[in-house]
């Protein structure tokens, strides 16, 4: 998993509340087990006509946020039903960050499996970072994941709080596979242990 530790980039707003995972990635699109791929598919209904074309007022299809990589947005962001697609298609499309005053627990939780940092705010800041996100190619927001903090386009800084464990498996890229890899050393001490005591265990 790619390390998280300072993002700059572009924040695209998106004001409404419970953006659930179906919106997030339509049902049809959960056919692959690929994490790639998807991010043409984010937000498929609200960001393509019903001929695959681009609707012009939807924020991704913008100029200034068509590279987007921080997304701000309303209430209960992640709602719904659980599927891992939801962080594949927004990673997949650039998508490192997402801001919000709250989030769904599993959709939470799988943004930390998949390399995404889901930042907490109170109401009155997520409304000033909307108030940011919406300045166009000046929308550029700072994310510091070390002493976290986001830092907007006029040098006004909000600071956001993040377990100790969570903010370690971004610091180093450790999904579940990688944090179980930490532990080779004893993993493999133990197994040669095993094979000499109970021998007939071993195929």
């Known amino acids: 998993m790619e390390k998280f530790t300072k993002l700059t980039g572009v924040a695209a707003a998106m004001p409404l509340v419970n953006i659930d995972t179906d919106m997030i990635i339509p049902k049809q699109f959960l056919k692959t087990i690929k994490r790639n791929g998807l991010g043409k598919n984010l937000f498929a209904e609200m960001r393509y006509d019903d001929d695959g074309n681009d609707r012009e007022d939807f924020v991704l299809n913008q100029p200034a946020y068509r590279k987007a ?3 701000v947005a309303g209430d209960n962001f992640g709602c719904g039903s659980s599927r891992e697609h939801a962080p594949w298609a927004l990673l997949d ?12 627990d599993i959709f939470y939780n799988n943004c930390f499996k998949n390399g995404i940092l889901p930042i907490r705010v109170s109401p009155e800041e997520l409304e000033k970072l909307m108030d940011d996100a919406d300045r166009g190619s000046n929308a550029t927001l700072s994310v510091d994941l ?3 903090e986001i830092k907007g386009p006029d040098g006004g800084t909000i600071s956001f709080e993040l377990e100790a464990f969570r903010k370690h498996c971004l ?4 999904d579940d596979i990688g944090l179980t890899l930490e532990k080779k050393d004893k993993v493999d001490s133990f197994e040669e242990k095993q094979k000499l005591s109970q021998p007939w265990l071993q195929s």
């Open 69 to 71: 990589e921080i997304l």
């Open 93 to 104: 499309f650039g998508i490192r960050c997402v801001i919000s005053t709250s989030f769904a």
């Open 146 to 148: 070390e002493t976290q």
């Open 171 to 174: 610091l180093n890229g450790l």
